[in-house]
């Protein structure tokens, strides 16, 4: 188990154990194709694929709009043909040792059922992130993440900024880890009209380590994977000093593509430190 930098389903049958603490996030990812993702795979744990159901409305391609001190991104709709998309993208995915976690955008329990199913057979997929919408209910919440987890998979809520009061629902019903957070929302018109999108920039990362806080006092046992304005390593160890156990990187990868690299050196760095630290505190006792 040396080998493993941590395990993000520790109480889950088949566990999610990750070869580094860095994860992409869905945004940035898209479908983890070679030819729509922007950084390089070293240093990365796993990648978080765009949402495969969901997301109604959305327009076919990506809108992308640069604003001062971030962008706004609007994904793309989901594929219209699961299946033949699964077996096209997982011929392409890496096959070294990076976990494939599949999104499931935000939706209806009847959609995230069946999407849920679908992904549960393609063999290179290693759990699922189930996306809570930023008005969603606690009980539809919990009955996405109950149908998610009928498929034996492990399940991962990313759960939007000032949304606290999902997390403990969420852990009683079992999910596996907590993703905070989702970006939170944004409007902008594009062509002629107000498109919705979510919002990425170094300004979220005081926003997201005051969310780990709050979560880590209210899930203290349940794996935290940072996600939210971390564009450099100090950004990284600022969210491990605050509680979490990995990262998710997002539009900071589209401007420095060895950034996943970089932030697992400085954790690896940390982790000694830290260690070096409790040893010489023991030997002092």
């Known amino acids: 188990m040396d080998a493993w930098a941590i395990d993000l389903a520790p109480h889950h049958k088949s566990g999610l154990p990750l070869r580094t603490r860095v994860l992409i996030a869905a945004g940035i990812s898209r479908l983890a194709h070679p030819s729509q993702i922007p950084y390089r795979w070293d240093g990365v744990g796993a ?49 070294q040792e990076i976990a494939i976690l599949a999104a499931l955008g935000p939706g209806d329990v009847a959609e995230t059922r069946e999407g849920a199913r679908r992904l549960a057979r393609c063999a290179q997929i290693a759990g699922l992130v189930v996306e809570i919408g930023a008005d969603e209910g606690v009980g539809q919440a919990v009955a996405r993440v109950d149908v998610a987890g009928e498929t034996l998979l492990p399940v991962i809520a990313a759960v939007p900024l ?25 409007v902008w018109r594009h062509r002629g009209r107000a498109v919705t999108g979510r919002l990425y920039g170094p300004l ?21 994977i940072a996600q939210g304005g971390i564009h450099a390593a100090t950004d990284a160890i600022r969210c491990l000093e605050e509680g979490a156990d990995a990262v998710a990187l997002d539009a900071a990868v589209w401007v420095e593509p060895d950034l996943p690299a970089h932030v697992h050196r400085a954790i690896l760095a940390w982790e000694t430190q830290q260690a070096d630290e409790i040893s010489s505190a023991s030997s002092q006792m």
């Open 204 to 224: 979220l990362l005081p926003l997201t380590l005051a969310a780990l806080r709050r979560t880590r006092a209210r899930a203290p046992q349940v794996p935290i």
């Open 47 to 95: 990648v978080i694929t765009g949402p495969w159901s969901g997301l109604a409305g959305h327009p076919a391609y990506p809108v992308l709009k640069t604003r001062p001190g971030g962008v706004l991104w609007v994904p793309p709709r989901p594929p219209g043909n699961t299946n033949a998309t699964l077996r096209r993208m997982s011929a392409h995915w890496p096959r």
């Open 162 to 186: 000032h949304r606290e009061d999902l997390i403990e629902p969420l852990v009683h019903a079992g999910i596996q880890a907590l993703i905070v957070a989702m970006p939170p929302e944004g």
